[in-house]
């Protein structure tokens, strides 16, 4: 393996040498930081004793290093005092050094850490000012002995130059989120506590929705290499604002720049983790693999009807792709011989629909008219003439309409976007190999399976999407019976339906048990850190199956920009080697997920995705001094990211997040938020 020179975003500093005073009040002072008990200070007994003995007691003032009156000192010993104080205490002076030191705008986050805008007059144009954001957080000894900075950069964000008072005339104001008034910036909800609000001089910041509401087309995610971009910006960041006596007057901030990976924490997953199963053979890129080999396994029907649901405008494009599913482009040589999958297509079945704008009720008219064999698996090709990024969301509605439609009569459909095939002339090429492997798994052929020795275990994924427009949140969750990656059930739920969620994994168990024996144990890749009201019902399902099996909670964040970010310096892109993974704390890792397997062999068309982050938790905690059981565990999460069948790339996330991630962002679309029942056990949504 290559040799990594490895290190963080992260820049350490120094503790003070002696205790800090800090200045406390009882009760809540106006104008001085409340801090919530949690916060307390250790020693909070030996200035307020009453206070340190309630429990309903939930708020005291705190001075931080101002002495003021009626303010009761008591000395702070950094290094063995509450660290959410200390923190906290951090963060504030971070924050006053850019608001007051260098008038930069700053928004304070969730847990008080400090984002600060940068203004980026080049990129700024007549419509909207951009900004270019950072984010710096403070923790104590997490990867290093010291207390640390993790320095982020978190991307771009334009504030519109149109003020609010202009804007409300033709915007409703459920649309406005984040607003900068006065060079700080503002919920929106908020600003009116503020006293005489000119809204002439307050302006929006473009969120998701408000360019919805606006008209801007949705942006599609880069494919350039972020890491270059993102050190580039850290780097100057830190050299700018950072490197500099004025910072460290507030925060004495070592000299070495960021932090190296100290090699006791890193390590890799298996060798083997690569290797995928094909029909004849093995690989470790699953388009050599089916090229060479052929899929693992076919589709089980001989009787496959492909047909075309398309625009009249666009016959010619349904024309074109027929004959390259029939007789190839270039090196893909037709669905057949690159998936295996044999297919017919009848003259005069296809449906052509004249209303580009509302096409529904006519294709179902027309459909209504054809002949469904029950001894024939249908599959329809949706050539849509608006792409997925389309600005205009009763367009954008039509995709959702028509993969309903189709799947309440049983047939799975594959969508393809009609500008894409023609613009692309031959180098369409490149996205056949994705259609044939989604069509070969829509038809119940596996393209390809891990190639891991069956494991008894049950591998459950939940994932979850948060539509815009209705600010709900929907979980997904896929059940796969093994740890070779193929799943067999999808389902979905809202948010708060943790009960309806566990009532899921339950079922799962048992039609688990009565085909194998009971699991050894049950591994749950959950979207975020799973709480305790979350699991209860879980454990509480479990017992009631009478299986006292542990439990395994692996918790999935991507870190894709506002978080640690790990870089190897000894190579020109930065992106570390596929499989490196870091210890980075409390029973959490980084790992790194991409097509980087070796220096020559690196396509950069596969992407530059940046790390995930995973933490892992169990029922019985002793699981998790097992080094060895760790490892499996981050082995089968980088394993599953290889099973993503929409395409012929391994992904950065696992598809245990990312197909139920799928199915919670199409499925409210549908009457009734329901999936028809053929939907629950078809990968339709590929």
Known sequence: MQEQNLFFNILTFDWPKQPVTFYFHEEEQDKFPRIHRSLFPKQIADIFPQVATNP?????????????EGFTPLDIDFKTDNPDLIKRFYNKQIGYYFRKVRDKIVKVGFIKENQIWMPVPKESNAQYSVYDKYTLKVQLCTVSGFPEIHLSYDGKSRVSKKSIAVLIQDIAPENFNWVLYENQLWKYETLDKKEDIDYKKAYPVLGRRLK????????????????????RNIEKFYKDYLDTDSFRDFIPLHTTGFLPVN??????????????????GQDIVPFNGVKTYGPFKKAPYNKVHLFFIVHRDDIETAKRLKTYFQSGLKFFKGLFDFSKVLFHTSEGFSIAFTDKENPIAEIEQKLSQRTIDPDVKYIAIYITPYNKYEADLQKREIYYKVKELLLKRRITSQCIEANKVIEQGENYVYSLPNIAVAILAKLDGIPWRLNTPIRNELIVGVGAFKHIATDVQYIGSAFSFNNTGGFNRFEYFMK???DVLAGSISRA??????????PDRLI???????????LEPIERALADLGLDIPVFVVTINKTESEDIVLFDRNWPELMPMSGTYVHIGENRYLLCNNTRYSAAGFNKNDGFPFPI???????????????????ELIDQVYQFSRMYWKSVRQQNLPVTIKYPEMVAQIAPHFDGDEIPQYGKDNLWFL
């Not at 008209?215 to 050190?231: I, Q, S």
């Not at 892992?616 to 760790?630: A, H, P, Y």
């Open 212 to 231: 919805t509401a606006m008209g801007f087309p949705a942006e599609a995610p880069p494919r350039h290499n972020r890491y270059t971009e993102y050190l």
């Open 613 to 631: 982050k995973l933490k892992i938790d169990c029922t019985d905690k002793t699981q998790l001094t097992e080094t060895k059981v760790v490892k």
């Open 509 to 518: 168990i048992r039609d688990y048990a009565t085909v194998n024996n009971s």
């Open 56 to 68: 309903v007691k939930e708020f005291i003032s705190c001075a931080f290093t101002g002495e003021a």
């Open 263 to 280: 090699t006791t924490r890193l390590n890799y997953t298996s060798p083997d983790s690569n290797k995928l199963a094909f029909g004849t």
């Open 524 to 534: 749950i890749h959950f979207y975020k850190t799973m709480n305790e009201k979350e």
């Open 496 to 498: 708060h339906e943790v």
